[in-house]
């Protein structure tokens, strides 16, 4: 599936800070840290909120939440979007908040709306332990083995490896060592690091206002970028369970935030004035062999330049995502692709997986805004086999 599109335009982008796993959002429902970041974007968009026709929100790990399912239903409700107007919850993987976003366009392309609200919401800390073999009865004084779905490495049905293995087997297949992969991630902090130094961030950021303990918090930035870090560090974590490349220090760690985009019809930019941020000019999703779950942005993207009539050097932007380094880097590679993800990854702010992927949109969209650059592409791998990838446009 792959459309090069006009008429849809990104009028509004903004990011809550990517907060650490048990951190200041713990308590947050998922939908409550999406409308601060949504309430940000309409608000810097000069959008009334009662004229946005439809909510369009990613959300993977739903059982996070009281609201479950109802997720992006209420994204919408608490970020002011009437209440007669319909939501749509999304959920692809790692790529679902690029997802969200594309499907947020084909409301726009369709007529069903002029103006839509999208992105995506994810809080990882919230997630409950998971206790199997005990719905139905169990044997008296048996014992109770809780489960934790962040630190518990599962068996994927259909391969029957871990994701961290087959990270691992990418980095083999495709050359990338230890030394490369440590280094790739040193780097994600590192550019972190001069982009915030830079105000790189400055105009994506929703601050949050949050109570820990009785006390009020503000958070204003990415929690999880280790600004200090250094090559001896990575070099000395010892690979996981099995492994000989991947390591927690060259793995994204879990992270709790939200990004999101409000999206305009060229007529619904008209009519309210709007000044745009960036075009969405197209995009792709394909699938891919479950084994190749890391290299599933590789053939999104050329299927997004094929349809296009594009070239990766016609692109002056890359995010790839960085769930893991091996992947992101033999992504890069396989496309030929030498400047990306220009101010870091999740492999330093974090990976929420429903929001990475509207992060990287958001993110992108300043930049085009900002600098004299004409397109970005956001891409990601998604688990199960799959890849997607966003094609933006400066206006």
């Given amino acids: 599936m792959a459309l090069k599109c006009k008429g849809v335009f990104i009028v509004g982008a903004k990011r809550t800070p990517f907060c650490s796993y048990g951190g200041p959002l713990r308590e947050l429902p998922a939908s409550h840290v999406f409308a601060t970041a949504a309430k940000e974007a309409i608000r810097s968009a000069n959008v009334d909120p009662n004229t946005i026709d439809s909510t369009v929100v990613g959300n993977v790990n739903f059982l996070s939440q009281c609201d479950g399912g109802k997720t992006a239903r209420y994204c919408g409700i608490y970020s002011e979007v009437p209440l007669d107007k319909p939501a749509l919850g999304v959920s692809k993987a790692c790529g679902t908040g690029l997802q969200a976003i594309i499907t947020s366009a084909v409301d726009i392309l369709t007529g069903a709306a002029k103006i839509s609200l999208t992105g995506g919401t994810e809080n990882m800390s919230s997630l409950p332990l998971l206790v199997r073999n005990v719905r139905f009865g169990t044997a008296l004084g048996g014992s109770y083995q809780l489960e934790d779905y962040i630190t518990k490495q599962y068996l994927d049905s259909y391969t029957g490896l871990t994701l961290q293995q087959m990270a691992e087997e990418v980095a083999k297949r495709c050359g990338v060592t230890r030394k490369e992969a440590d280094e790739f991630a040193l780097q994600s902090h590192l550019k972190w690091k001069a982009g915030y130094e830079s105000n790189v961030f400055e105009d994506e950021i929703a601050n949050m206002t949050v109570e820990i303990k009785k006390k009020s918090l503000t ?177």
């Avoid at 390591?247 to 000044?275: F, I, R, W, Y």
């Fill in 219 to 395: 958070v204003v930035k990415d929690e999880l970028p280790r600004t200090f870090i250094a090559a001896e560090h990575l070099s000395s974590m010892p690979p996981l369970a099995g492994l000989s490349i991947v390591t927690e220090g060259n793995s994204s760690s879990p992270a709790d935030g939200a990004a999101a985009l409000l999206l305009a019809s060229e007529e619904a930019v008209q009519q309210h004035g709007l000044k745009p941020l960036a075009r969405v000019a197209g995009w792709a999703t394909v699938g891919t062999d479950p084994v190749d779950t890391g290299l599933g942005a590789v053939p999104a993207v050329r299927k997004l330049m094929d349809t296009t009539g594009l070239t990766v050097e016609d692109v002056d932007l890359f995010e790839l995502n960085e769930t893991f380094a091996s992947q992101a880097l033999a992504a890069a590679r396989e496309l030929k692709v030498r400047q990306y993800n220009q101010h870091g990854g999740a492999l330093a702010v974090g990976h929420a997986p429903a929001a990475t992927g509207a992060r990287m949109a958001t993110h992108l969209a300043h930049q085009l805004s900002r600098n004299n650059v004409k397109r970005a592409v956001a891409a990601s791998s998604c688990g199960g086999g799959q890849g997607v990838a966003l094609l933006l446009e400066k206006v």
